[in-house]
């Protein structure tokens, strides 16, 4: 009798013990216990992964071509070759026009064409500036920007090689340039003796082989494609300072249309 009441009871207590055990509460150390057989990744602040450094590119300088040549119009400042008052003194409108048609990628303007906006463009003065008077770069880009809602940039240089560079940069990124000048220092062949005291022009192009720009100079009907050499265009380079006589004064000044 006592070996089947052993045989029932031990059972009973080996139920109770398993029951007992898995009820319990689980200890805090318990639960941070980790099985031996899976690994634990901790950070360690002595070791640092090191991240593949950005590889900056250089920027290149922008190499320049031994020539360019943009497709700027021309016209001439007088194109009925009527050279009265008005027309002596249109190289500011003929110039601005010139660079307004090559904006708006217009490859000829005609005579009708030129002579209208000529007309157009000073009658606009007689109203926005009170006269029809020789301009001063300021005065070009402002009137640009009045009359045909275009904004033009100007630069002005202290040394030659500064403004070669710059412009040539610029011509080779089909931008034009429109220069005021000290007009006899330009020697032009094809000017009425002795030649405007004050001018202004086209620049869009050069040549680096014959070191000269390419002009539209509106002051002659032989204007188109003009050439001069670098340091004709740098000796002329004069803004306008105030009165004609003292132009060999004026800062070194261009005007650039960015396209």
Same mark, same amino acid.
């Given at each position: 009798?006592?070996?089947?009441?052993?045989?029932?009871?031990?059972?009973? @207590?080996?139920?109770?013990?398993?029951?007992?055990?898995?009820?319990?509460?689980?200890?805090?150390?318990?639960?941070?216990?980790?099985?031996?057989?899976?690994?634990?990744?901790?950070?360690?602040?002595?070791?640092?992964?090191?991240?593949?450094?950005?590889?900056?590119?250089?920027?290149?300088?922008?190499?320049?071509?031994?020539?360019?040549?943009?497709?700027?119009?021309?016209?001439?400042?007088?194109?009925?070759?009527?050279?009265?008052?008005? &027309?002596?003194?249109?190289?500011?409108?003929?110039? @601005? @026009?010139?660079?307004?048609?090559?904006?708006?990628?217009?490859?000829?303007?005609?005579?009708?064409?030129?002579?209208?906006?000529?007309?157009?463009?000073?009658?606009?003065?007689?109203?926005?500036?009170?006269? &029809?008077?020789?301009?001063?770069?300021?005065?070009?880009?402002?009137?640009?920007?009045?009359?045909?809602?275009?904004?033009?940039?100007?630069?002005?240089?202290?040394?030659?090689?500064?403004?070669?560079?710059?412009?040539?940069?610029?011509?080779?990124?089909?931008?034009?340039?429109?220069?005021?000048?000290?007009?006899?220092?330009?020697?032009?062949?094809?000017?009425?003796?002795?030649?405007?005291?004050?001018?202004?022009?086209?620049?869009?192009?050069?040549?680096?082989?014959?070191?000269?720009?390419?002009?539209?100079?509106?002051?002659?009907?032989?204007?188109?494609?003009?050439?001069?050499?670098?340091?004709?265009?740098?000796?002329?380079? &004069?803004?306008?300072?105030?009165?004609?006589?003292?132009?060999?004064?004026?800062?070194?000044?261009?005007?650039?249309?960015?396209?």
């Amino acid at each position: 009798m006592k070996k089947i009441f052993l045989f029932i009871l031990v059972p009973v @207590i080996l139920f109770l013990a398993f029951f007992v055990f898995k009820s319990r509460p689980i200890e805090e150390s318990e639960k941070n216990q980790v099985p031996q057989e899976i690994p634990v990744i901790r950070n360690n602040p002595e070791l640092t992964v090191e991240k593949p450094e950005k590889v900056e590119t250089e920027k290149k300088d922008f190499e320049i071509p031994l020539s360019a040549k943009n497709s700027a119009p021309f016209t001439s400042q007088a194109p009925h070759a009527k050279w009265d008052d008005l &027309h002596d003194e249109a190289c500011e409108e003929a110039s @601005i @026009i010139m660079a307004y048609y090559y904006l708006e990628n217009k490859e000829k303007i005609s005579i009708k064409e030129a002579e209208s906006e000529i007309q157009a463009m000073v009658d606009f003065q007689m109203s926005y500036f009170g006269s &029809h008077k020789d301009l001063t770069a300021e005065e070009m880009v402002d009137l640009t920007e009045q009359f045909y809602e275009k904004k033009l940039s100007v630069k002005n240089f202290e040394s030659k090689q500064e403004a070669l560079t710059y412009m040539k940069e610029n011509l080779a990124q089909e931008n034009i340039f429109i220069i005021p000048a000290a007009g006899r220092k330009l020697e032009n062949p094809y000017f009425k003796t002795p030649g405007p005291l004050y001018h202004a022009l086209v620049i869009k192009g050069f040549d680096e082989t014959t070191k000269e720009f390419i002009t539209n100079d509106p002051g002659t009907r032989r204007g188109e494609s003009f050439r001069y050499s670098y340091d004709v265009i740098w000796d002329s380079i &004069h803004d306008f300072p105030g009165k004609k006589d003292d132009i060999l004064e004026g800062n070194k000044t261009v005007i650039l249309v960015e396209k």
